[in-house]
């Protein structure tokens, strides 16, 4: 059973940033593109940012580009996503998931295991 457990999340104010990170036991990690999907207040959950399991390959939702840059480290079994130029619109939970494969996922049926979210607030 795969376990994703996510920090780093709080309260910024507008242009600050945050590095989010997400720890991964019970499975290979090397072996699966990682991805971070977020859902704000009455809000479906949408697509951030993924990373292929070298590492190698990332794609992000167009809301994020230039702002957010996710990462990972095989051998710490760890994916982080760090957060520059946050704005209000960014708010929300933020989740790790793992993909189902090796390569990137921009849709929410390609990951088969989450994490339980970290909350990230963007004050005006």
């Known amino acids: 059973q795969v376990q994703l457990v996510e920090s780093g999340g709080g309260l910024v104010q507008a242009g600050g940033s945050l590095r989010l990170s997400c720890a991964s036991s019970?499975?290979?990690?090397?072996?699966?593109?990682m991805g971070w999907i977020r859902q704000a207040p009455g809000k479906e959950r949408e697509f951030v940012a993924t990373?292929?399991?070298?590492?190698?390959?990332?794609y992000y939702a167009d809301s994020v580009k230039g702002r957010f840059t996710i990462s990972r480290d095989n051998a710490k079994n760890t994916v982080w996503l760090q957060m520059n130029s946050l704005n209000p619109e960014d708010t929300a939970i933020y989740y790790c998931?793992?993909?189902?494969?090796?390569?990137?996922?921009?849709?929410?049926?390609?990951?088969?295991?989450w994490g339980q979210g970290t909350q990230v607030t963007v004050s005006s």
């Open positions: 998931a793992t993909g189902v494969g090796r390569t990137i996922a921009t849709t929410r049926i390609g990951y088969n295991y």
């Open positions: 019970g499975r290979t990690f090397t072996g699966y593109a």
């Open positions: 990373i292929s399991w070298s590492g190698g390959n990332t």
